[in-house]
């Protein structure tokens, strides 16, 4: 039996990913803040819970990520840019899967197809971008996408049989959309983590280091 590793297990697209998974058959290690005290923001809670693990697993798939974070809301202008939010948005969004990567890198097999899976985001597309706001966010959210490339590099010196990408799950109904999409139309959890691991699935060695819709289209930088 293939194993996988769902980080933010607890989550709206996490848990529907988690049984998605072990609806193909897989066996599912579950990690999030609210059950494990996983906190991406730490190094050392990272490593600590990673390293209590054995085994391989040949998916990887953080479903981690938020919009809000304490105080801070979404900027609607410059004057509402706060440099302790950037900080904020940086650390759980873009360091974060980053930091899983680092320590979960042990657990996949370098012999055999793996895939690592972070969830980002449209809205960190540079060129995609013609609304503005949202600086921090899409700030985080592009640079993922840079870590993630980055990785992909260097993990396919190691696993020539890798595929490390960022995925766009599309409008979602979770908590961290339902405030902001207003009237916009939202797919349900489960159908998202349908078309998050058949697109995954899909991805070839050749794809790795890539941004990736739900719906297989490569989202540009």
């Known amino acids: 039996m293939q194993q996988a590793l769902v980080i933010g297990a607890s989550g709206g697209i996490g848990a529907a990913v988690a049984l998605a998974l072990e609806g193909q058959g897989y066996g599912v ?6 059950a494990d005290g996983l906190d991406l923001t730490d190094e050392a809670s990272v490593q600590s819970r990673l390293e209590r693990l054995d ?31 950037f900080a904020a948005q940086f650390a759980l969004n873009a360091t974060g899967p980053l930091l899983v990567l680092k320590h979960a ?25 013609h609304l503005g706001g949202w600086y921090g966010y899409r700030a985080a959210k592009a640079a993922l996408n840079q870590l993630i490339h980055t990785a992909a590099i260097e993990v396919a010196r190691s696993h ?5 990408v960022g995925l766009h799950p599309g409008t979602v109904d979770t908590d961290l959309t339902r405030a902001h ?4 139309p ?28 739900w719906q297989g289209k490569s989202v540009p930088w």
Do not use: C, W
Request: glycine letters at 8%; charged letters at 20%; hydrophobic letters at 40%.
């Open 29 to 34: 290690t579950r990690l999030s803040r609210s």
């Open 55 to 85: 085994g391989h697993f040949t998916t990887v798939f953080v479903a981690t990520g938020a919009l809000e974070l304490g105080p801070y809301r979404p900027e609607k202008s410059l004057r509402a840019v706060d440099p302790a939010a």
């Open 105 to 129: 890198l042990r657990l996949m097999p370098r012999d055999v197809p793996v895939r690592f899976a972070a969830l980002s985001a449209r809205v960190g597309s540079i060129s995609d971008n």
């Open 160 to 164: 020539p049989q890798s595929v490390v």
């Open 186 to 213: 939202a797919m349900p959890p489960a159908e998202a983590a349908v078309h998050l691991l058949a697109v995954l699935e899909g991805l070839t060695p050749a794809q790795t280091g890539g941004f990736y819709d």
């Open 181 to 184: 999409r207003g009237t916009h």
